[in-house]
Antibody, heavy 125, light 108 residues
Framework: QVQLQESGPGLVKPSETLSLTCTVS????????WSWIRQPAGKGLEWIGR???????NYNPSLKSRVTMSVDTSKNQFSLKLSSVTAADTAVYYC???????????????????WGQGTMVTVSS | SYELTQPPSVSVSPGQTARITCSGD??????AYWYQQKPGQAPVLVIY???ERPSGIPERFSGSSSGTTVTLTISGVQAEDEADYYC???????????FGGGTKLTVL
């Protein structure tokens, strides 16, 4: 079955760029939307944005000026860059596949059916 | 920016029914989805398209929708249902996804 695994530095300095990669295993990255979602400790989930395997993106308007997502289909990976980070960006970052199985078919958008285990990123000097 | 509003907490005794609401202006136009998150784990989808249950999710989980409010109902709550629950939907354009603030379900 499809599995996702986030990777990247666990500590980033303020004002620098956070960079994470999500590796898709057990299936193809093609023809799906892939999202990044984060969760500060003890708080709720925040959708950061998504990328389609063509490279088309949608970003949360509140983060749009600082977010860049990319995809590498040859490596079955997609990535997140968040620039000019502050302590407020400290969170567990999840990658997820957009879609769900319903009524006997797969719908490749709207919900998040497969999640990575999450990776903790701390912004601190 | 678009927001979904959930109560911070709901408490019920084992065997009772728990109801968790989620309100948002675009909910009459956009479906809602519900996730269960236990400590240290990634969220799991428990309801899609307001009221449908994915394969493998117990029948005690159900969803409903009325106007600008959707409701997750857990009938015959069990101790293992203690978790945080999040609703998720999209803005009126359908492009930008949003989560509710989450509701902590405590089983007394």
């Amino acid at each position: 079955q499809v599995q996702l695994q986030e990777s990247g530095p666990g500590l980033v300095k303020p004002s620098e760029t956070l960079s994470l990669t999500c590796t898709v295993s057990g299936g193809s990255i093609s023809s799906y939307y892939w999202s990044w979602i984060r969760q500060p400790a003890g708080k709720g989930l925040e959708w950061i944005g998504r990328i389609y395997t063509s490279g088309s993106t949608n970003y949360n308007p509140s983060l749009k000026s600082r977010v860049t997502m990319s995809v590498d289909t040859s490596k079955n990976q997609f990535s997140l860059k968040l620039s000019s980070v502050t302590a407020a960006d400290t969170a567990v970052y999840y990658c997820a596949r957009d879609g769900y199985y319903g009524s006997g078919r797969y719908v490749p958008h709207d919900a998040f059916d497969i999640w990575g285990q999450g990776t903790m990123v701390t912004v601190s000097s | 920016s678009y927001e979904l509003t959930q109560p911070p907490s709901v408490s019920v005794s084992p065997g009772q029914t728990a109801r968790i609401t989620c309100s948002g202006d675009a909910l009459p136009k956009q479906y809602a989805y519900w996730y269960q998150q236990k400590p240290g784990q990634a969220p799991v989808l428990v309801i899609y398209k307001d009221s449908e249950r994915p394969s493998g999710i117990p029948e005690r989980f159900s969803g409903s929708s009325s106007g600008t409010t959707v409701t997750l109902t857990i009938s015959g709550v069990q101790a293992e249902d203690e978790a945080d629950y999040y609703c998720q939907s999209a803005d009126s354009s359908g492009t930008y996804k949003v989560f509710g603030g989450g509701t902590k379900l405590t089983v007394l």
